[in-house]
């Protein structure tokens, strides 16, 4: 059963007081020392304040570190570059993390909930690990959530803890969502090569300048960097949920952020949201193929809500099927929105820059009206 929606009437940090549902990210820099080996007392020290978190709150815990602690339980000097030693780390230390987790939060039971991307890219897969989670909450369970990274090459070398966290964040409908890092918060500069640089207690709007500024990759044992986290940020305020970025290595922070104090940066939920099912289109797909559209078919869909027309693609990338995600973008390159195609690619690449009465002729049958319905499209920032 879906649990009813929490206080989000409050607004900026006074409302984290009232956080009823979260999700805790946890990077591998905040379970590592300076040399990136597992710190076992911070890791105690970070499972106490969980517990405590977890009175009168629902916790999900999204942990890194099985790759990290494989590398240290196999005695290697550095994180393997090559997909089989990263796969072969991970599957080392999958079991290691998952038992310290089960030590460290006792009396809670933990529950190990590993998930690749094609568990959310499939809907019904997505629904099924949406109601999976919530009997795991139901009955006062911590889900402790990693990426299968054992299994899924595509998780290994595309993928990161603060995407899942954020498809975690939408898949459970939490209230708050708390990524910590390395760093205490975002800055207007990278604090660690700008000493000068300023602080941001507050952000309304996740804009292109932040994520251009953020940079690339993270350390040498994590994989995800300041902007992994910004779009994750800026995909859970799209649904109305309140996020945190802060430092994991400071002691006392979870409490200190749920106690509404200025700790981290606050990244205010938007005053529109998504809908679920277009919120899974826009987050949780990854396209298949593109569709290159003129600036009146661009307007349409993104200024009136409109279908995609075929007489309004110029270009069809990819390979794909009928239902495939796809992105739209127009003639620059710029990707704005997501869907569903309503046929395959070849045979969108006949019905590009034709009219709806065109489509019999060119393909022996008529089929619909639209390339993507207005229905099965969602925009993108």
């Avoid at 500069?189 to 300023?198: E, I, L, N």
């Amino acid at each position: 059963m879906l649990r009813p929606v929490g206080d989000r009437l409050r607004t900026g940090r006074d409302a984290l007081k009232a956080a009823r549902r979260v999700v805790v990210k946890i990077g591998t820099n905040a379970l590592t020392n300076a040399t990136g080996r597992f710190h076992r007392p911070h890791f105690e020290g970070l499972a106490g304040e969980l517990l405590s978190l977890a009175e009168g709150r629902q916790l999900i815990v999204v942990s890194s570190g099985a790759i990290a602690l494989g590398v240290e339980r196999l005695g290697l000097k550095d994180k393997p570059k090559d997909m089989p030693g990263k796969q072969a780390c991970a599957a080392v230390g999958q079991s290691r993390l998952m038992r310290a987790w089960e030590e460290a939060l006792q009396p809670r039971v933990v529950a190990q909930v590993l998930l690749t991307h094609s568990d959310v890219q499939d809907r019904r897969r997505y629904l099924n690990a949406r109601h999976a989670l919530e009997r795991l909450i139901d009955e006062g369970v911590v889900p402790v959530i990693n990426e299968n990274d054992t299994v899924s090459v595509d998780e290994i070398k595309f993928g990161d803890n603060d995407t899942l966290a954020g498809l975690v964040a939408g898949l459970v409908s939490a209230d708050a969502l708390v990524i910590l890092s390395d760093v205490d918060g975002l800055y207007d500069a990278d604090p660690r090569k700008h000493p000068g640089a300023k602080w941001i207690s507050e952000v309304h709007e996740v804009t292109r300048a932040m994520l251009a500024a953020a940079g690339g990759a993270g350390s040498q044992v994590g994989t995800g960097g300041m902007a992994t986290k910004l779009k994750s940020a800026a995909r859970v305020t799209e649904l109305g949920i309140r996020c945190v970025i802060a430092k994991g290595h400071a002691p006392g922070t979870l409490g200190r952020v749920f106690a509404g104090e200025a700790v981290g940066t606050l990244f205010e939920p938007r005053s529109t949201r998504l809908d679920a099912r277009r919120a899974w289109i826009a987050h949780a797909l990854k396209p298949k193929g593109t569709l290159v559209v003129d600036a009146g078919a661009r307007d349409a869909v993104r200024q009136r809500n409109k279908s995609l027309l075929p007489s309004g693609i110029q270009r069809v990338e990819g390979s794909f099927a009928l239902g495939d995600p796809v992105d739209l973008t127009d003639a620059s390159g710029e990707v704005f929105a997501r869907g569903l195609a309503a046929y395959g690619a070849e045979e969108l690449k006949k019905l590009a820059g034709k009219k709806t009465s065109q489509i019999e002729a060119a393909l022996g049958y008529r089929g619909l009206d639209e390339a993507v319905h207005k229905d099965d499209l969602a925009l993108l920032d």
